[in-house]
């Protein structure tokens, strides 16, 4: 199996500007996780989704973000416009319902520096 | 609400001497546990997993985890620490339910491996 794939691996963009990161989950996941990491605040759940439906927003920090998940393999992350507080490395993360332990599968996270 | 505490920020150990790293978590109901490993510029990788059955779980790269239901522990050790190690660990709580496969993250313990 490949893995949880997140693209880009590192995108830098200007204050204003749209930032779209992408994450394709591990084949027959059927929960879908996304993360923001940083120094000052760790390891952030965003949003999930259960069966291409998001179940729980409220880690979503403002408006400016918004999250889909349009098939069960592949899930898009939206800032717009972007702000350089939103400099983070964002993770995508699969489980399975169903399965023993319900352990997440982290991708390689996007770098995202908004200057 | 569930939550996980790891109470130190960073150990620093010499090679080829042990490591404890300390986890203490809030749950309501009977624990999914995991501890991840992050090296820098890589996502979170699954060290071990313990949901029930024996209390001392092994996990990869010589890693074991107790489970200490009476404390509400779950604390990681490797008997011999090599320099790979270096990295940042994670302990996570989880369960079945509403929450689904949620988990809830400690803030991470970093790890300095001295010559």
């Known amino acids: 199996d490949a893995g949880v794939i997140q693209s880009p691996r590192h995108e830098v963009t200007e204050m204003g500007q749209e930032v779209t990161l992408r994450c394709k989950p591990i084949?027959?996941?059927?929960?879908l996780f996304w993360y923001r990491q940083t120094m000052m605040r760790g390891l952030e759940l965003l949003i999930y989704?259960?069966?291409?439906?998001?179940?729980?927003d409220s880690g979503m920090p403002e408006d400016r973000f918004s999250a889909k998940m349009p098939n069960a393999s592949f899930s898009t992350l939206k800032i717009q416009p972007s702000e350089p507080r939103d400099s983070a490395v964002y993770f995508c993360?699969?489980?399975?319902?169903?399965?023993?332990?319900?352990?997440?599968?982290f991708g390689p996270g996007t770098r995202l520096t908004v200057l | 609400a569930q939550s996980v505490t790891q109470p130190d920020i960073h150990i620093t150990v010499s090679e080829g001497a042990s490591l404890e790293l300390r986890c203490n978590y809030s749950?309501?109901?009977?624990?999914?546990l995991f501890w991840y490993v992050q090296s820098p510029g890589q996502g979170l990788q699954l060290l071990l997993k313990?949901?029930?059955?024996?209390?001392l779980v092994q996990g990869i790269k010589g890693f074991e985890a107790e489970f200490k239901r009476s404390q509400s522990s779950f604390n990681l050790r490797k008997p011999s620490v090599h320099w790979s190690d270096a990295a940042e660990y994670f302990c996570?709580?989880?369960?079945?339910?509403?929450?689904?496969?949620?988990?809830?993250f400690g803030g991470g313990t970093r790890v300095l491996v001295k010559p």
């Open positions: 993360a699969s489980s399975r319902s169903g399965s023993s332990y319900n352990e997440q599968f």
């Open positions: 084949s027959g996941h059927d929960y």
């Open positions: 989704f259960n069966n291409n439906v998001p179940i729980d």
């Open positions: 749950y309501g109901a009977t624990p999914y």
């Open positions: 313990y949901f029930s059955g024996d209390t």
């Open positions: 996570a709580v989880g369960g079945n339910g509403a929450a689904g496969n949620k988990l809830t």
